[in-house]
């Protein structure tokens, strides 16, 4: 079936104004993460759903940024009251969700890149 | 802590020639160790993976790395370039156990001229 998408693709903002971003993860997968890519720079992980255990929180880097998730379905990253320093590429992935979680084979979506002015 | 380190910031190959992008790690406990690669404006796609067994894991498009324990390194191979091979790889590390998140070392770029 289809990848990972996410949109918008591109999402230019003002400084202080809130976004959102959306994932749809592939069908089946269970669970969904966000990454985020700096201009040449790796991926800083976010956050993590696995199915309906509490969300792994810890690579929010502060209290502006959330996360949902409907289910196992969409996922929606918000940033709140944004900063120049949030502009990047705001990349989700989903797995089947296997046990251990470490064996999972994540797959990526396209990303939606954000630019804070 | 978990961490990846990926020393080359480029790598520069002649098409035909084999090449290797180096990643060594550090973890606490065992490894569970990715190859992605990202074309330009793009997401990443995965390209192999080393989670127990045969140190030599084969992947996509003709990839292979090695996992050496001792030396806590997981480089990629290819025996023969491709200029199409050129983009961003990036190598990444989950400690055994459930956690989720991945860390990804700061990416290689392979450049494979004609």
């Known amino acids: 079936g289809a990848g990972v998408s996410q949109s918008p693709s591109n999402k230019v903002t003002e400084k202080g104004k809130d976004v959102e971003l959306r994932c749809d993860p592939i069908s089946g997968h269970t669970a969904l993460y966000w990454y985020r890519q700096r201009l040449g720079q790796g991926l800083e992980f976010l956050i993590y759903f696995q199915g309906n255990s509490a969300p792994d929180k810890s690579g929010l880097p502060s209290d502006r940024f959330s996360a949902e998730r409907t289910g196992e379905s969409v996922s929606t990253l918000t940033i709140q009251r944004t900063q120049q320093e949030d502009s990047a590429v705001y990349l989700c992935?989903?797995?089947?969700?296997?046990?251990?979680?470490?064996?999972?084979?994540?797959?990526f979506g396209p990303g939606t890149r954000l630019t804070v002015l | 802590a978990q961490s990846v380190a990926q020393p080359e910031d480029q790598v520069n190959v002649a098409e035909g020639n084999p090449l290797t992008v180096k990643c060594t790690y550090s973890?606490?406990?065992?490894?569970?160790l990715f190859w992605y690669v990202q074309y330009p404006n793009r997401g990443l796609q995965f390209l192999l993976k080393y989670i127990t067994g045969d140190n030599l894991v084969k992947g996509s498009y003709g990839f292979e790395a090695e996992f050496n324990k001792s030396q806590t390194s997981f480089h990629l191979k290819k025996p023969s370039a491709l200029v199409s091979d050129s983009a961003l790889y990036f190598c990444?590390?989950?400690?055994?156990?459930?956690?989720?998140?991945?860390?990804f070392g700061q990416g290689t770029t392979l450049q494979v001229k004609p």
């Open positions: 973890v606490s406990g065992n490894p569970y």
């Open positions: 992935a989903s797995s089947f969700g296997f046990r251990p979680a470490g064996t999972d084979t994540q797959y």
């Open positions: 990444a590390v989950r400690e055994g156990g459930n956690t989720g998140k991945l860390i």
